[in-house]
Each structure stands twice: as C-alpha cells, then as structure tokens.
C-alpha cells in the first residue's frame, strides 16, 4: 500500500470510510457546493482558537507573530482557490490521522445506513458532518501546506490527493506556521475565481467567524476588477454570541449554529442571553434540527464550546449540560472563570455548577416554550430527542416536574407512536371518577397496543399510554405521580379501578372469585413453580388469561429489557390471571384427563400476548396440536 517515490514522501490509502464519504459528496452535495468555504474557513477558525488557548500556557507558540487570521485568496491563471490561517497547523502524524480517517466511532454503522438515494444521503451526510473532505466538490485535486506552531521550520507537511483512494505525504521546508489549502478547482467552476463571489459567500456563511477573514482589496477600474496590494476584512469578525440580540439576524444565528454545532442543517431553536449576578456569562444554547448519528454515543463529540471573555478555552465541554441534554449545541462563554481553567477543574468547580444550572434551566425554558407556542416545532424536536430527555426524569431530581410536563407518549386513542400527548393533557381528559393515571409497557407499539392488560380500560373508555421505548420503564419508575396523580401499570399488582367500578360489578367479582376458588387452586398446583398465584380477573374480556406482577416485583418488560442487555434481573414470579367468563376457562373447570396440558398452554399463551419467550416453544406447539385435534375429535 506504501508506495516511496522521494526520500519522504509516500502515498498512503485513505480509510474505507473516507472514500465512501468522499465518493458520495462529491456526487450528493454537487448542488450545494458552495458550503466548501464555510467548512474550510470553520476549521481555520478551530485552528487559531486551538493556538490562542494552548498560547496561553506558551506563549512561544506565536513565534513573535501573535496575528490570528484567515485569508482567501484565488489564482485565476492556475485555476486555483487558497484558504490560509495562522492557527495551531499539524504535524505529520496529525495531517495523517485527521486527513486520512474519520475519527468518529458509529462511522462504519453510519455509512451501512447509506440508501444510493442522493437526496436522503445527502441529508445523513449533513448530520454526519461533511469538514475538511467537502473541499473535493468543487477540487479535482487538494494540496494542504501546514506546519504545526512552536516546530522547526523544516517540519512542514505536504498533503496532496485527488480525493480517489489514496493521498501523497511530505515533508517540507515551511516559514510559516498554521494550515494553508489549496484548492485545484474541477470544470465548470471558474466562478468561484471571482473577488466579489467569494466575498458574498463569505458574508453569507461566515461571516460570524471571529478571526478577520482577509481578502486583496479590489478596485472597478476601466470595465474590470484590479487587485490591490492592501487587505480587507470581509467578515464582521466579531463574537457573535456577545453582541446585542437586536443586531443579529435570524440568518446570522442560523449561520453560526453549523459553525459551532458542526451542522449541515438550521437548527430547531436557540436561545441566547446574558446572565449577570453572582455569576456573569453570556450563553447562546442551540436545539439542532435532527439528532445526530452518534446520539446514542455517550462519548460523541461537539457539545459547548466553552469561552472565557471570549478566549476559546475547550470544545465539548460535558460539564455544562447535563447527559440528558447533550444534543443540546452552543456557546457558554464566562466572565469570571480563570483562562487557565481545565477539564479537571470544570468537574469540582462550583461556578461551573451554577452555570450548568443556569444553562439547564434555560433549555427547559426554551422547550416549555415550544411546548406551548409552536406545537409542530415541539413535535420534531420530540420525535428527534424525545427520548433522550426522557432520562433527565431520573438524572435530574430538581427539573423532575418540569421535564414531567414536557413529556409525550402515544396512548390507546393514537394510531400511531407519533401520536403522543402530555401528561397534563391526558390528566384533563380522564373519565369521570379516574384518579390515576394507566400506562402499559412493552417491547413495541403494536405489542403494547394489543396487550390483553387493556381489555377492561377498553371496554370502559379508559384511555391508557402505550410505553414502548427501552427509556420508558425507567421513566415510570421515577415517575410515580404527576400533578397529584398516581401513574399505575396496568400489569402489575391488583386492578383497583376504584369509582370507575360500580358496586354491582364489585360484588360480582367476589362472587366469581369463590366460585373459581377450586379451579384457581389446582392450576396453582399444576403450575406449581411457574406462578406466584392464580386468580380470577376482571382484567380480560376477550382473551382467557394474562400474566401481571406483583405490586413490588419488576415487570415482566422490564425483566426481558435487562436480560436482553445481559443483566441480570432478579427471579420473580409473575401471577396467572384467569378470565371466568371465556369458554376455555369454562371448559377447564370440567376437565379431568387434560388438565395439566390446558393449564400449560393458558400460562404459555398469555407469556407468548405479552411479548414473553416460553421456554420450551417445542412442547407448547405438541400440546396445542394435541388439544386441536381432541376438539376435532
Ligand atoms: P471536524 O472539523 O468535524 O473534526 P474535519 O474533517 O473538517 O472534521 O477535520 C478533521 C480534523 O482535521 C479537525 O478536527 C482538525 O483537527 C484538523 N484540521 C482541519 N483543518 C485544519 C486546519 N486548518 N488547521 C488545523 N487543523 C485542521
């Protein structure tokens, strides 16, 4: 694979990811080419933000020229496009890690889910995050000059690719530090060598970017543009997040969110404000548009960019979000904490306590408001992140009410999962004489649908929420009540429908209950270690039994949730219950030769309804069999 052709220099191949990513950009993101530019000058910027911060510990790093810039220039003879900074640079093993791979874990998952679909691909690529490689949409061959600050002048790095499989590595002499990419451009784009079109795309995507961004002046002289040997900044090269929020539009702020939040896409929303007091700082907090791939990663990376009176101090920095809002992007950026404050640092500190607080609070604010006041937004932010906040019920003891209010859940009256509704809306539609409120878990929307559990509620008008998301047991186990209401499993412990029950149908189970007593006992018997108890239940009125737990054991979901996860979920029995008014219990009292085979298949069939694996799937299909064909008989 590694091929010499000098005495240093070596063509490597590129990961396989990395030619998949390239390949489909280049073919996907074709119509949106210009956004190039802005990925380029967005690294720049990381770039002199990463040199600022670890100059503050070394200040040699500036090499006596502390400027931190980034300039656009273009060749229009030799058809090229440069993007220069005085950043951080990298050093050979650096341009060989960060222009050779894709750092990201899921990737190899990510590109499985590829569809050959331009269009939705070119959407996943958006939350994959396009960087450095986007250059080749509009380059047909890309040379990155870079040395990293603080080395040698002959610790220069040459990078060259055509962006097919594989890149050409050097080293080389370089007097300058920071990263400088030259861009060969493809056919058909010689309008990008063009002073006023790079300009305009330059205001248009970046002009948020904190760093001057230079260009050659130019000047209309006799019919045509001359270039000027002095610079201009064409970006307004300002801290967005410190200026007044009258003097930011929408579009600025949508602009500086794929800037900071590594986005492809515009956000949900965002939030921005100044909070003075005991602790001062200025936060601008973004909800994305979608979530992205690797939400599920706890390590994934691009959190809050942290900011200490705006010197750049650290990315992704987790303290200042809690884990159940970490696809929550932005800017934090503080007054009082010390430059050289370290991750470390962050974990003890108290200030940091109390800005995460803040941040927190401000998220729920943002969220409760779109709740409230934007019905469709809150809708997508629910199906993108809905079920990552539902773990702040159990993270955040503080919030539990105010993240309660924000959940949503699909119920016995929605058609679909994406149906859902709050709480509180569901505690203002009870029946008459309901005090709690009735939800049902299992492994899938369906299953919890058709759960035999819901027979009486169904019967009875009841509405029950369908919990079908692996977060939601340990949302109800965290969630005992909301707003004074009880919330109750309808599969666990004794059904007390209290007043939604009238006396006559009271007496009527006590009534059965004595009279099944010996047909309970012997089932007992039969099944013997399998069930904790049978009883009669006014559960069911189609199917002849379930299975329930009892009031403190766990719930058969939940068990089967752990096992799968391979922990271990301690032994409980469930209790059998038997629907006296089905003609196969009916049948059952009667019966003497078959009674353990009947017996089996109850308890084996309401596992089986319930979403449970039997253990011996073999005997249940012999016994079934058996039964059919006496009936026949
Ligand atoms: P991302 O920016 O999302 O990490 P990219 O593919 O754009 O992904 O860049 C990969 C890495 O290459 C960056 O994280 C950074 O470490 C490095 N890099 C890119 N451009 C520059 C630059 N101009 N100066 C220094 N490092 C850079």
Redesign the pocket.
């Known amino acids: 694979m590694t091929e010499t052709t000098t005495a240093s220099r070596e063509t490597l191949g590129f990961q396989t990811e990395v030619k998949q990513l390239l390949h489909l950009m280049i073919h996907s993101l074709y119509s949106n080419r210009e956004i190039f530019l802005r990925?380029l000058i967005s690294?720049?910027s990381?770039?002199c933000d990463k040199l600022r911060f670890e100059a503050l510990h070394n200040d040699a790093l500036y090499e006596n020229a502390s400027d931190l810039n980034i300039r656009v220039s273009f060749d229009k003879e030799a058809r090229t496009l440069t993007i220069a900074?005085s950043?951080?640079?990298?050093n050979r093993d650096?341009v060989i890690a960060?222009?050779g791979t894709i750092a990201k874990s899921g990737t190899r998952e990510f590109f499985t889910k590829l569809s050959g679909d331009q269009q939705k691909d070119a959407h996943l690529i958006g939350q994959f995050?396009v960087?450095?490689?986007s250059a080749f949409i509009v380059a047909d061959k890309v040379s990155v000059l870079?040395r990293r600050a603080g080395e040698k002048a002959d610790q220069g790095v040459r990078w060259e690719s055509d962006g097919g499989g594989e890149f050409s590595i050097e080293m080389v002499d370089r007097a300058a530090r920071g990263?400088e990419?030259t861009l060969h451009l493809r056919e058909g784009q010689d309008d990008l060598l063009a002073g006023y079109k790079l300009r305009e795309i330059i205001k248009k995507y970046s002009n948020h970017i904190v760093q001057p961004i230079l260009m050659q002046k130019e000047e209309w002289k006799d019919g045509k543009y001359e270039t000027l040997a002095e610079d201009e900044t064409v970006n307004q090269a300002s801290a967005l997040w410190a200026r007044s929020k009258n003097e930011i539009t929408e579009e600025q702020y949508k602009e500086f969110y794929k800037h900071v939040g590594?986005d492809f896409d515009d956000p949900l929303a965002w939030t921005h404000a100044r909070v003075e007091g005991k602790q001062e700082y200025t936060q601008l907090l973004y909800i994305p548009g979608c979530a992205p791939f690797d939400m599920y990663d706890r390590q994934a990376r691009h959190g809050i960019k942290l900011y200490v009176r705006r010197v750049f101090i650290m990315d992704d920095a987790e303290q200042l979000m809690p884990q159940y809002m970490r696809f929550v992007r932005g800017v934090v950026d503080s007054a009082d904490l010390p430059l050289n404050v370290s991750r470390e640092i962050l974990q003890e500190s108290k200030d940091i306590e109390a800005i995460r607080k803040g941040c927190t609070g401000k998220v729920l604010g943002l969220l409760a408001d779109l709740a409230e006041n934007d019905k469709e937004k809150y809708t997508r932010f629910w199906s993108e992140f809905g079920q990552v906040l539902k773990e702040g019920v159990g993270e955040d003891f503080a919030n539990k009410d105010k993240i309660a209010a924000l959940l949503r859940f699909a119920t016995t009256k929605a058609d679909t999962n994406e149906e859902t509704v709050s709480l509180k809306d569901y505690v203002s539609r009870m029946k008459d004489g309901q005090e709690k409120i009735y939800y049902v878990t299992a492994d899938s929307f369906n299953a919890a649908k058709n759960s035999p559990h819901l027979e009486v509620f169904r019967k009875k008008g009841i509405e029950v929420l369908l919990l079908s998301a692996r977060v939601d047991e340990w949302v109800v186990s965290n969630l005992p009540e909301f707003e004074g209401k009880q919330l109750v499993s309808v599969a666990k412990g004794g059904l007390d429908l209290g007043a939604l029950e009238d006396a006559a149908e009271k007496q009527e189970q006590e009534k059965q209950a004595d009279e099944f007593k010996g047909l309970t006992d012997k089932i007992k018997t039969s099944l013997a270690d399998k069930v904790k108890e049978v009883r009669i239940t006014h559960r069911l009125t189609d199917s002849p039994a379930c299975l329930v737990a009892d009031e403190h054991d766990m719930s058969g979901n939940l068990a089967r949730l752990l096992k799968a996860s391979g922990q271990k979920a301690p032994i409980s029995q469930p209790i059998l219950e038997i629907n006296p008014t089905h003609p196969v219990v009916l049948r059952l009292k009667g019966e003497e030769q078959r009674f353990d085979d009947w017996a089996a298949v109850l308890f084996d069939q309401a596992l089986l309804a319930e979403g449970g694996q039997l253990d011996d799937p073999a005997g249940f299909v012999k016994r079934v069999n058996q039964l059919m064909l006496e009936m026949g008989a």
């Open positions: 990925e690294n720049a990381d770039a900074d950043g951080i640079g990298m650096e960060n222009l995050g960087g450095f490689y870079t990263t990419i590594h």
